[in-house]
Nanobody
Framework: QVQLVESGGGLVQPGGSLRLSCVASGNFFSVATTGWYRQAPGKQRELVATITSGGSPNYVDSVKGRFTISRDNAKNTVYLQMNSLKPEDTAVYYC????????????WGQGTQVTVSS
């Protein structure tokens, strides 16, 4: 059973920064696409950023230039550095990994709350 453990959420003022981390169990991480999604109250879960096994990032337009996704395959960890945070970034952030070995696998973390408020 693959487990994803997120950390790094919290309360921050507008303009502040946070770094989220997600550690994955198992030995598939280096071949997986990993990413971060978020869900605000009353809204659907949305993609924030993904990074392929080769290190190519992809961002939703609303976070481009403010958020950076990165990964450390030796530590089975994916990060999301969030700068210039805005109140509209407030949400529960979820880590996601997916990979294909004969069939497709997809796993989610339990979520970490990010609140941007003065």
């Amino acid at each position: 059973q693959v487990q994803l453990v997120e950390s790094g959420g919290g309360l921050v003022q507008p303009g502040g920064s946070l770094r989220l981390s997600c550690v994955a169990s198992g030995n598939f991480f280096s071949v997986a696409t990993t990413g971060w999604y978020r869900q605000a109250p009353g809204k659907q879960r949305e993609l924030v950023a993904t990074i392929t096994s080769g290190g190519s990032p992809n961002y939703v337009d609303s976070v481009k230039g403010r958020f950076t996704i990165s990964r450390d395959n030796a530590k089975n960890t994916v990060y999301l550095q969030m700068n210039s945070l805005k109140p509209e970034d407030t949400a529960v952030y979820y880590c996601n990994v997916n990979f294909k070995l004969i069939r497709s696998f997809e796993y989610w973390g339990q979520g970490t709350q990010v609140t941007v408020s003065s």
